[in-house]
């Protein structure tokens, strides 16, 4: 069993929780685990044992880091990222004397989006070799469901003045049981701050960055609950027709947390 370090390290100024997982060694690559809107980075506990080195953040207003004090765009997660992996990654390995890591990246739902979004900030600056890619259940297009929109219509109901109180506090307490992780932070949250922030995130067309995946294609996984009903098998089965080395696994009797529903199906895929 590999020992689990929860760490903490502050990035941009705010407390941010990470869990670090494995023996350092050269020239090593590392996984980071990219969370979705509501979860965290405990979400990821099962994988930890099939890789070598592991890391797995809580972004900004979310598991153990601190709240969000200002509103968010998903511009500010990616510079978040950015600085992140300067911090955590690449400044370890310069003071170690030893070559900059290779990087695998799995990213779940939202943490697909932060993905996407940083690779199109960065693609000309970064400096490490990224080594593969997996993504499940990231909304690679605007198009929403109707569990998302009914997210959407259910947030912005909240930021109208004309409700009462009372009603308000009813539809908030339905709106953190229902599309929320019971694990997150987000009970806790200034509730306008957050639902601004979601809204920014969800109304952002990432579909305008897939190209910076193309790179990536030959070393790039989607793999998909296929009962999915947040972001539908369609969304990957459209990735993989613009790039078609990307490699597709549709898990069965899974939804939008494949691994949670169907850990042994995932895992003959990493």
Not at 54 to 59: E, G, K, P, Q, T
Not at 200 to 205: A, F, R, S, T
């Amino acid at each position: 069993m590999k020992k689990i370090k929860e760490k903490q390290v502050m990035i941009q100024g705010r407390r941010i929780s990470y869990y670090e997982v494995g023996e350092e060694k050269r020239n090593e690559t590392i996984t980071l685990f990219l969370h979705g809107w509501g979860s965290n980075k405990e979400s990821f506990l099962s994988f930890f044992s099939l890789r070598n080195k592991s890391i797995a953040l809580d972004f900004p207003a979310f598991g153990k880091s601190v709240s969000l004090e200002k509103v968010f765009t998903l511009h500010d997660y990616a510079v978040f990222l950015k600085d992140f992996i300067e911090k955590v990654i690449q400044e370890k390995k310069k003071s170690t004397n030893t070559n900059l890591p290779s990087v695998e990246f799995v990213v779940h739902s939202f943490g697909g989006r932060v993905l996407l979004k940083y690779l199109e900030n960065c693609k000309e600056t970064i400096s490490y070799n990224i080594q593969s890619i997996i993504c499940m259940g990231v909304p690679f297009y605007r198009t929403l469901t109707l569990f998302q929109k009914t997210q959407l219509r259910v947030s912005q109901f909240l930021e109208k003045k004309k409700y009462t109180r009372f009603i308000k506090r009813i539809i908030s307490s339905f709106y953190r049981v229902f599309f929320h992780n019971t694990n997150s932070d987000y009970s806790v949250l200034d509730g306008e701050i957050m639902k601004k922030t979601f809204q920014n995130i969800v109304n952002e067309d990432i579909s305008a960055y897939l190209e910076v995946l193309k790179p990536y294609e030959s070393n790039m996984k989607c793999i998909w609950g296929e009962n999915d009903m947040v972001t539908p098998v369609s969304y990957a089965q459209n990735i993989q027709k613009m790039y078609p080395k990307i490699e597709l696994c549709i898990i069965p009797n899974a939804g939008h947390f494949p691994w949670i529903d169907n850990f042994d199906a995932v895992k003959k895929h990493f």
